[in-house]
């Protein structure tokens, strides 16, 4: 039997979900309905499923007609995938019109936030997936195989550092994200891949968080520091953006050129504004530690300037050491393909035994992005139900547990203090 599918939020990564839904699912899914607060970006929506997907145009709504829509078009499953402060908003509402939610990470951006979406869900029995797309990357899923199997016994601790590169990470400082109040900050927007790996591959939930950190690299303030004299505010007809690295040129790419440049007439949006820019208030480097519910404790370190993306983390254990290396290929959210995004460059994944000769551990290659991860998600969130033996898919708790890491991270950064997860939220109504 079909289940009905409504997206709201046709930006950057809209596509990757409803693009999945008419060409792979046709069996298990309709979808019905876009709804956005920008109408140029829906008609392009719609453009792409009729030229792309071979798929006939579906009905548009403007984000004060999302009752409406619900009302018409009686959606089983309405996914979010909106500016991250949102999120919230448009979960909550279409828990509360009788529907099931899937949404992009983060599920939200601060602690008053997810406490009304638990509300939301005990109240109406309604349920709340999150994409944690990584859980899914076989590399990943591996390391989850080899702690649950015991293979260096009881993990201690984790050191966890994670690139993002100067196509990547400069990204987020182009657009909405550099606005704390948009997406949280790197600590939850990015981060909650990172947290949601840490309590998937320890089987745990944080406990005490103490952060730190600032806007080191990007900025106007930190340029004008290092002898920066010109500027601009954004790359679209500007002379200085020519010459810039970090400046992306939207009318030279036609996915990204119709999707934002083309659209900048109904609701402002630049997505090309410049990363050394004013009014940037997120934190390009960062530090966190975190002790767990199980006494784990993890090192956790991002930075969003460096020269490549991808992530080393080690496990040390009562037997024994994990070590972990990928590398990522470098993207711009929307700049390419969606199988670019979080594609395998290289990875190493090693075992050193306390009493013993160290290994490679073999992985079989998943084809797609993030690793491979991403059809295998879709898969789970699309196709037929299967067993899944690591459970990776991801409740409102996962998600509720991912972003208070961060949450608490934040209110870490802005006090000096470490803070306590479970006094953020009630944590005795999360069912």
């Known amino acids: 039997m079909q289940k009905k599918y409504v997206l709201v939020g046709t930006g950057g990564r809209a596509e990757f979900f409803y693009g999945a839904l008419v060409r792979d699912f046709k069996e298990t899914s309709r979808l019905v309905a876009f709804c956005d607060i920008n109408q140029t970006r829906m008609n392009y929506a719609n453009q792409l499923l009729e030229e792309k997907y071979h798929h ?47 949404t992009e990470k983060p599920m939200t951006t601060d602690a008053e936030k997810t406490q ?15 994409t944690f797309n990584y859980r899914y990357a076989p590399h990943n899923t591996k390391i989850r195989e080899l702690i649950r199997d015991g293979v260096i ?17 400069a990204d987020y400082f182009r657009r909405w994200h550099r606005n704390k109040a948009n997406s949280g900050g790197l600590l939850v ?10 309590n998937f591959w320890l089987d745990t939930s944080p406990d005490t968080v103490y952060a730190t950190g600032g806007l080191r690299f990007y900025g106007r303030e930190n340029a004008e520091a290092r002898g920066e004299t010109k500027f601009y505010q954004r790359a679209h007809g500007s002379k200085q953006a020519e010459t810039d690295p970090f400046a992306i040129q939207l009318a030279d790419n036609p996915h990204l050129k119709a999707m934002y440049l083309d659209a900048e007439k109904e609701d402002g949006y630049q997505r090309d504004q410049s990363v050394f820019g004013d009014g940037i208030n997120i934190e390009d480097t960062l530090g966190v530690m975190v002790t767990y519910k199980n006494k784990a404790i ?60 160290p290994y490679e551990v073999e992985i079989v290659e998943g084809e797609g992005g993030h690793g491979g991860g991403d059809p295998l998600l879709l898969q789970d969130l699309f196709g037929l139900p299967e067993e899944d033996e690591f459970n990776r898919a991801a409740s409102h708790i996962d998600g509720a547990t ?22 953020l939220i009630d944590f005795n109504k999360v069912k």
């Open 116 to 130: 009304a979406i638990i509300d939301a869900i005990n109240r109406t029995g309604n349920q709340v997936r999150v």
């Open 56 to 102: 006939a145009k579906i009905n548009t709504y403007l984000a004060n007609e999302f009752d409406q829509m619900i009302a018409k078009e009686k959606p089983d499953i309405v996914i979010v995938t909106t500016v991250d402060r949102t999120h919230h908003k448009y979960i909550i509402r279409a828990l509360e019109l009788g529907c099931d939610v899937i």
């Open 298 to 357: 993890l090192t956790y370190s991002l930075n969003a300037y460096l020269p490549w993306e991808g992530f080393i983390v080690s496990f040390n254990g009562s037997k024994g050491r994990i070590e972990v290396q990928v590398r990522e290929h470098s993207y711009i959210n929307s700049g390419g393909s969606k199988s670019d995004e979080g594609k395998l460059a290289e990875k190493s994944v090693r075992v050193l035994p306390m009493f013993g000769e």
């Open 153 to 169: 016994g009881e993990v201690y601790s984790v050191n966890f550092e994670w690139a993002l590169d100067t196509q990547h990470g």
């Open 402 to 423: 991912s972003i208070l890491t961060g949450i608490a991270g934040n209110l870490s950064l802005q006090t000096g203090q470490p803070v306590k997860v479970d006094h």
């Open 189 to 198: 927007h990015k981060s909650t891949h990172h947290f949601d790996l840490v």
